[in-house]
């Protein structure tokens, strides 16, 4: 392997030159990023960047000093338009072609589009830097938010528009927030959270209608209106698997990798948001869009192409912070999990528990008890 | 073999302690990183580094 080409500059893209410098590998690898900035971190992006309390600088992955020592040949504000396996080459969007011998995907997602609803200077989606600068302007200058969508990322937008004093209604169809991440014990542990700081929470609602004019205004499925300055919708996203279209690798939940993170027998691997693979822990597909995944694989996905055969199964772990509280999940919750609360109880403001599927723990919860993760990451591994 | 760490970005997610445990430990209350040692020991290099890669806010330097 002479010549490894990573699609991707973000975290999983990032990590995986790292390892692969790390496992000893000292020809050239090119990254290709449709971005025009430095690798950022998106996390702080709904939080301290959005807030503004943080500078885009304060977001960089990595510092350049630790980048330019990585020597790779960076191609960055220029998109991956295709890839033809036969002749192991990739085509940019500016027209270049360029050849691989190792091919990493780390294309990421896209924040999912409501159609018929475009970003506008109210109606925003957030994935990007510039996404996230856009939204921290508006939000700036307005009195009211309205966040369509209350995920992970939806809700962490909530608290933070709620921090910066604005009045705030928070939007899903779902009964609770974070329903599919957290389960409805804890669900509605956070939309009391919301409530007591002053959020309108109007789950078990969708919307029905959204019009323009001087402000939003949402028509909710209850007949119920909602008026807003601003409004963010964040209902998920998209592999960003477009430019794979005529590769003919499997795509149909993002890459799908084997438990190697192999796309193909050919020197494909994907790491990162875009890549679904058998965990073996788990005995399932999964796609895990979490930060700590994207570093962990994109450092899997490096080994693999240096030849080491040892299946990806990791638990999976993301946090969340909203407002003055921190929560933190170990494995992914099945819809039928119950959860046991095994340090507090749910109605403090500190507590740690554990779901259990047909009696057998598969992940863990904390709030605002991060040190506890750890300890119960091993009742996880128990298994 | 130096190490700082950035407590302000630092957001708890006790990676580094899974990967070094001599040399990061976490805040009993907020579970901010806290340095058992700046100058980890040859034998704690490799995790060291490794805590630096995982961690997920880039809260960790390691230099030398």
């Given at each position: 392997?002479?010549?490894?080409?990573?699609?991707?500059?973000?975290?999983?893209?990032?990590?995986c030159?790292?390892?692969?410098?790390?496992?000893?590998?000292s020809?050239?690898?090119?990254?290709?990023?449709?971005?025009g900035?430095p690798?950022?971190?998106?996390?702080?992006l709904s939080?301290?960047?959005?807030?503004?309390?943080w500078?885009?600088?304060?977001?960089?992955?990595?510092?350049?000093?630790?980048?330019?020592?990585?020597?790779?040949?960076?191609?960055?504000?220029?998109?991956?338009?295709?890839?033809?396996?036969?002749?192991?080459t990739?085509?940019l969007a500016?027209?270049?072609?360029?050849?691989?011998d190792?091919?990493?995907?780390?294309?990421?997602?896209s924040?999912?589009?409501?159609?018929?609803y475009?970003?506008?200077?109210?109606?925003?989606?957030?994935?990007?830097l510039?996404?996230a600068?856009?939204?921290?302007?508006?939000m700036?200058?307005?009195?009211?938010?309205a966040?369509?969508?209350?995920?992970?990322?939806?809700?962490?937008?909530?608290?933070?528009a709620?921090?910066?004093?604005?009045?705030?209604?928070?939007?899903?169809?779902m009964?609770?927030?974070?329903l599919?991440?957290?389960?409805?014990?804890?669900g509605?542990?956070?939309?009391?959270?919301?409530?007591a700081k002053?959020?309108e929470?109007?789950?078990?609602n969708?919307?029905?209608?959204?019009?323009?004019n001087?402000?939003?205004?949402?028509?909710?499925?209850?007949?119920?209106a909602?008026?807003?300055d601003?409004?963010?919708?964040?209902?998920?996203?998209?592999?960003?698997t477009?430019?794979?279209?005529?590769?003919?690798l499997?795509?149909s939940?993002?890459v799908?990798?084997?438990?190697?993170?192999?796309a193909?027998?050919?020197?494909?691997?994907?790491?990162?948001?875009?890549?679904?693979?058998?965990?073996?822990?788990?005995?399932?597909?999964?796609?895990?869009?979490?930060?700590t995944?994207?570093?962990?694989?994109?450092?899997?996905?490096a080994?693999?192409l240096?030849?080491?055969?040892?299946?990806?199964c990791?638990?999976?772990?993301?946090?969340?912070?909203q407002?003055?509280?921190?929560?933190?999940?170990?494995?992914l919750?099945t819809?039928?999990?119950?959860?046991d609360?095994?340090?507090?109880?749910?109605?403090?403001?500190?507590?740690?528990g554990l779901?259990?599927d047909?009696?057998?723990?598969?992940?863990?919860?904390t709030?605002?008890?991060?040190?506890?993760?750890?300890?119960?990451?091993?009742?996880?591994?128990g298994? | 073999?130096?190490?700082?760490?950035?407590?302000a970005?630092?957001?708890?997610?006790?990676q580094?302690?899974?990967?070094?445990?001599?040399?990061?430990?976490?805040?009993?209350?907020?579970?901010i990183?806290t340095l058992l040692?700046?100058?980890?020991?040859?034998a704690?290099?490799?995790?060291?580094?490794?805590a630096?890669?995982?961690?997920?806010?880039?809260?960790?330097?390691?230099?030398?």
């Open positions: 392997m002479r010549h490894v080409v990573i699609v991707g500059a973000s975290a999983a893209g990032v990590s030159a790292e390892e692969l410098r790390r496992g000893g590998f020809e050239r690898i090119t990254i290709i990023g449709d971005e900035h690798p950022y971190d998106r996390p702080p939080k301290q960047f959005a807030a503004g309390a500078d885009a600088g304060r977001c960089a992955l990595r510092q350049e000093s630790q980048l330019e020592k990585l020597g790779l040949e960076w191609h960055p504000g220029v998109a991956a338009t295709a890839l033809d396996r036969q002749g192991k990739l085509v500016d027209g270049r072609e360029i050849g691989y190792g091919l990493v995907i780390a294309t990421g997602v924040a999912r589009r409501l159609s018929g475009e970003p506008s200077d109210r109606i925003h989606y957030l994935r990007r510039e996404d600068a856009r939204l921290r302007d508006a700036s200058s307005a009195a009211t938010v966040v369509v969508g209350a995920g992970v990322l939806g809700s962490e937008i909530a608290a933070t709620r921090g910066l004093g604005l009045q705030v209604t928070l939007i899903d169809p009964p609770v927030p974070m599919r991440q957290v389960g409805p014990a804890l509605a542990k956070l939309a009391e959270l919301h409530a002053g959020v929470v109007r789950t078990g969708g919307v029905t209608r959204m019009e323009e001087g402000a939003c205004l949402l028509t909710l499925s209850n007949g119920s909602v008026k807003a601003v409004v963010l919708i964040a209902v998920g996203s998209v592999p960003n477009g430019w794979l279209a005529s590769s003919g499997d795509l939940d993002g799908s990798c084997d438990e190697y993170l192999r193909g027998p050919d020197g494909i691997v994907a790491a990162g948001d875009v890549a679904s693979w058998q965990h073996l822990g788990l005995g399932r597909r999964v796609r895990v869009e979490h930060r995944n994207a570093s962990e694989q994109g450092q899997a996905a080994r693999t240096l030849g080491e055969r040892s299946p990806f990791p638990i999976p772990f993301f946090w969340t912070d407002y003055d509280v921190r929560i933190q999940v170990l494995g919750p819809a039928t999990a119950e959860l609360v095994v340090s507090g109880s749910l109605g403090d403001d500190r507590f740690a779901y259990y047909a009696d057998v723990p598969v992940a863990a919860v709030w605002n008890m991060p040190r506890e993760t750890r300890r119960l990451r091993l009742a996880l591994c298994q | 073999m130096k190490v700082e760490i950035d407590r970005k630092c957001v708890a997610s006790g580094c302690v899974l990967a070094a445990p001599a040399v990061f430990d976490q805040d009993e209350e907020d579970g990183v040692t700046d100058e980890p020991s040859p704690d290099a490799d995790g060291t580094h490794e630096a890669f995982l961690c997920p806010a880039q809260a960790i330097l390691v230099t030398g």
